[in-house]
Antibody
Framework: EVQLLESGGGLVQPGGSLRLSCAAS????????MSWVRQAPGKGLEWVAG????????DYTQSVKGRFTISRDNSKNTVFLQMNNLRADDTAVYYC????????????????WGQGTTVTVSS | DIQMTQSPSSLSASVGDRVTISCRSS??????LNWYQQTPGRAPKLLIY???NLQGGVPSRFRGSGSATEFTLTITSLQPEDFATYYC?????????FGRGTTLEI
């Protein structure tokens, strides 16, 4: 069964850090780009970051550049999102999603999603 | 960043109806346009990729069309499980931006 399982969410103070993990199974992980997508409470979807199959290409939405880092360990079929200097507006459910192609650039969409992990930034 | 504009933001319909949701991009995304369905408390589900390709397992009453900057999702013969929020997303250039969503209500 194709599956993504996120972990690492929680409550953190403004300025703090969290590291999200997403464990993948059931597909050829190194062949697929991976993304993180978030959804603030009551709001729509926002693509946060993406990483190519090899890990050699990454990109981010502007609001997280310099604060978030996406990475992957293809030996462990896991993708990570290191989040530093967190702000209140980073509060959201964070989803890990599998892309249909290897590259993060021109893509066919995200066909497998995890259940999400909740990040709350509050003092 | 490419801006994605969906209309309407909400839509009332009944079981058996045919509905159309529009999505416009601020610049051409060619055919790199995807549609997702989300129900409350659940992860999004990919319905249509590359503008008109039906994702495996998705019923054929869902149809996507369009290219460049104008796209449409059509659902024929609405079923009770179709009442949800629908998002378009461009995947032509990063960041892969989403529309604000269209909520389909009874």
């Amino acid at each position: 069964e194709v599956q993504l399982l996120e972990s690492g969410g929680g409550l953190v103070q403004p300025g703090g850090s969290l590291r999200l993990s997403c464990a993948a199974s059931g597909f050829n992980f190194p062949n697929c780009a991976m993304s993180w997508v978030r959804q603030a409470p009551g709001k729509g979807l926002e693509w946060v970051a993406g990483i190519s199959g090899s890990g050699g290409d990454t990109d981010y939405t502007q609001s997280v550049k310099g604060r978030f880092t996406i990475s992957r360990d293809n030996s462990k079929n896991t993708v990570f999102l290191q989040m530093n200097n967190l702000r209140a507006d980073d509060t959201a459910v964070y989803y890990c999603a599998k892309s249909m192609l290897y590259s993060i650039r021109s893509q066919w969409g995200m066909d497998v999603w995890g259940q999400g992990t909740t990040v709350t930034v509050s003092s | 960043d490419i801006q994605m504009t969906q209309s309407p933001s909400s839509l009332s319909a009944s079981v058996g109806d045919r509905v159309t949701i529009s999505c416009r991009s601020s610049q051409s995304v060619h055919s790199y346009l995807n549609w997702y369905q989300q129900t409350p408390g659940r992860a999004p589900k990919l319905l249509i990729y590359s503008a008109s390709n039906l994702q495996g397992g998705v019923p054929s009453r869902f149809r996507g069309s369009g290219s460049a900057t104008e796209f449409t999702l059509t659902i024929t013969s609405l079923q009770p499980e179709d009442f949800a929020t629908y998002y378009c997303q461009q995947s032509y250039v990063t960041p892969h931006t989403f529309g604000r969503g269209t909520t389909l209500e009874i």
